[in-house]
C-alpha cells in the first residue's frame, strides 16, 4: 500500500487539486490513516479539494461524529453534497440514505480554491462583497 506521500514523490507532484476517494466503506479508516499525520504535525494538506462519496453502513453517530470532526480538523469544510439516489432507490426496504456524495474544501494551506497567488491585484481591484476603498 502506497502513502499519498509517496504516490505524490512517485509522479512529481507537490499539490493535488482535486482527490477523488470512492472506496466503497473503506473511507474512515483510510481517510484516518491518510489524515493523521496532518492532524498530529499542523501541516496543511497536500490537496486543494476533496470529493467522496460516503458510505456510512454500520456507523454510529458517535463514530461518524468523531470521523467528521477529524476531517475538520484538517481544514476540510464541506461545500457541496447529494444523495447517491440510486443506492437510495435500490435499498427501499432499509429506509435510510445510507449513501452520499461529498466536496470539502482545504482551507488550511496555500491552494488555488482558497488564494490565487498567481494573480495580483491591481489599483481598482476589490473584493465584491466590501465596498472599494477610498482614498
Request: proline share 8%.
Amino acid at each position: 500500500m502506497y502513502t499519498i506521500e509517496t504516490l505524490m514523490k512517485m509522479n512529481g507532484h507537490t499539490h493535488i487539486d482535486i482527490l477523488k476517494i470512492d472506496i466503497e466503506g473503506y473511507e474512515f479508516a483510510t481517510l484516518t490513516t491518510l489524515l493523521k499525520p496532518y492532524v498530529n504535525s499542523g501541516a496543511p494538506l497536500p490537496f486543494g479539494q476533496l470529493q467522496l462519496e460516503i458510505h456510512i453502513w454500520e456507523k454510529t453517530f458517535p463514530q461518524y461524529l468523531a470521523w467528521w470532526e477529524m476531517l475538520e480538523s484538517t481544514g476540510l469544510r464541506p461545500f457541496w453534497t447529494e444523495p447517491n439516489l440510486v443506492y437510495q432507490n435500490y435499498n427501499k426496504k432499509k429506509g435510510t440514505a445510507d449513501l452520499a456524495e461529498y466536496s470539502f474544501l482545504n482551507v488550511k494551506g496555500d491552494n488555488i480554491f482558497i488564494k490565487d497567488s498567481h494573480r495580483r491585484p491591481g489599483p481598482g481591484d476589490h473584493h465584491p462583497h466590501h465596498p472599494p476603498t477610498r482614498d
